[in-house]
């Protein structure tokens, strides 16, 4: 695709913190990059200490409506030329809509939230929809609450799935040292679950279900990677205790090695409640692992039941034990969906596919 010469793209999120809203930012900011396209990089909020994106700005934004930032934003705008801006969710669509407006630059919009009260009529969403000539939604899922719930015109509304860095399939003397690494057992059967420790994540439903399987398969060991509040890490701690899998279960907090563990575990499994798209799930499909989730939100775009893991029903803990029975009982079974799923995530979800959507959106809309 050949680039105008002249496309230089302010890329404003409000927030960089822990969640596949910061890594999808980033890895378009650095794809946009090496396509030969001019990114400023906004965040509206301190980032997370680990956050490194060459010349990020920061201008932290105030409770209230802040004609400020507003101010701050416009100024960027005209210092750095920008004729596109690219927004990611509420706030920053809203104040880098009304500083684009100012200007007359044109604004594209990434919804990513998961949680379906973001997709209901508001003063902020109307206010976004005359301000934004483009949006970008993670799934066809959220394209249609979009659309249907908050009436974003359909011929500006778009998809652009997120995509992930794809190698070679991890071989078995790979998988081998960096189980090693990890102190894993060879022995032991090791499933993974990486997400926010609330509720909304479906861990306590993971955590249910393993109770009847290790009366089988006492080598069984789940590893939970992620952070949250107090109470949601209290509350799954208080379930491990009550059923007696303290031996069984490992919660490893927030880890900064996420692609070492998709490639040391057997099988990735994340009965998410609710999920705009879920991108960890086609992080495990580039680490060749088969993936037990829930037929919700985006998760039914990447992950084809039977095809390259399983798909339930959220919250049923009777269909999670039966589709992780299957599997651990099967470790051909494992290797072949795990191998069907790099496939698809290697032709369907590549940085590069999500980030030549996102520019034939921003030259040709």
């Given at each position: 695709m050949?680039?105008p010469?002249q496309l ?7 927030g ?9 930012f980033t890895?378009?900011v650095?794809?946009?990059r090496?396509q ?28 209230g409506?802040s004609c ?5 934003i416009s ?8 004729n596109?801006?690219?927004a990611?969710?509420e706030?920053?669509q809203?104040?880098?809509g009304i500083a ?12 990513h939230r ?7 009529p ?9 301000f934004?000539?483009?949006y ?12 249907n719930?908050l009436?974003?015109p ?7 799935h997120g995509?992930t ?7 078995k003397e ?8 990890l102190a894993?057992?060879n ?10 420790l ?11 279900a393993?109770?009847?399987?290790i009366?089988t ?6 590893y ?7 109470e949601?890490?209290?509350t799954?701690?208080t379930q ?5 899998l ?7 907090g ?14 990735f499994?994340?009965?998410?409640i609710?999920?705009a798209f879920g991108?960890v799930f ?24 039977k095809?390259?893991?399983f798909l339930?029903?959220p919250?049923?803990i009777?269909?999670?034990s ?5 599997l651990?009982a099967d470790?051909?079974e494992q290797?072949k ?5 790099y496939?698809?995530?290697?032709e ?5 596919a999500?980030?030549q959507?996102?520019?034939?959106i921003?030259?040709?809309n």
């Amino acid at each position: 695709m050949t680039l105008p010469a002249q496309l230089r793209v302010l890329e404003v999120v409000q927030g960089l913190g822990k969640g596949g809203r910061t890594t999808r930012f980033t890895d378009t900011v650095s794809g946009l990059r090496l396509q030969g396209v001019f990114v400023l990089p906004l965040c509206l909020s301190k980032p997370v200490d680990w956050i490194d994106i060459n010349n990020l700005q920061v201008i932290e934004r105030k409770e209230g409506l802040s004609c400020r930032l507003i101010f701050k934003i416009s100024t960027l705008i005209k210092l750095n030329n920008i004729n596109l801006v690219h927004a990611h969710c509420e706030s920053s669509q809203l104040y880098a809509g009304i500083a684009s407006f100012i200007n007359n630059v044109k604004v594209v919009g990434t919804c990513h939230r998961s949680s379906l009260a973001r997709y209901q009529p508001n003063l902020v969403n109307k206010l976004i929809r005359f301000f934004v000539s483009e949006y970008v939604a993670v799934s066809h899922d959220r394209l249609s609450l979009l659309t249907n719930n908050l009436n974003f015109p359909k011929n500006s509304s778009h998809v652009v799935h997120g995509g992930t860095y794809i190698n070679e399939a991890p071989s078995k003397e790979l998988i081998e040292q960096t189980r090693k690494s990890l102190a894993i057992p060879n022995t032991q059967i090791t499933l993974l679950s990486v997400g926010h420790l609330g509720h909304i994540k479906g861990h306590q439903d993971t955590i249910a279900a393993l109770k009847s399987i290790i009366q089988t398969t006492p080598n069984v060991h789940l590893y939970i990677a992620g952070d949250g509040t107090y109470e949601e890490k209290q509350t799954l701690m208080t379930q491990i205790t009550n059923l007696k899998l303290q031996k069984n279960i490992t919660l490893l907090g927030q880890i900064n090695n996420v692609k070492e563990w998709l490639c040391a575990c057997d099988i990735f499994v994340q009965p998410s409640i609710e999920e705009a798209f879920g991108l960890v799930f086609i992080e495990a499909g580039a680490q060749a692992k088969p993936v037990i989730s829930t037929n919700v939100g985006g998760i039914k775009e990447i992950i084809i039941d039977k095809e390259t893991g399983f798909l339930i029903a959220p919250s049923s803990i009777t269909e999670l034990s039966h589709a992780l029975k299957t599997l651990i009982a099967d470790p051909i079974e494992q290797r072949k969906l795990g191998f069907q799923g790099y496939i698809r995530v290697k032709e369907q979800f590549s940085i590069n596919a999500m980030v030549q959507k996102y520019i034939k959106i921003f030259i040709e809309n």
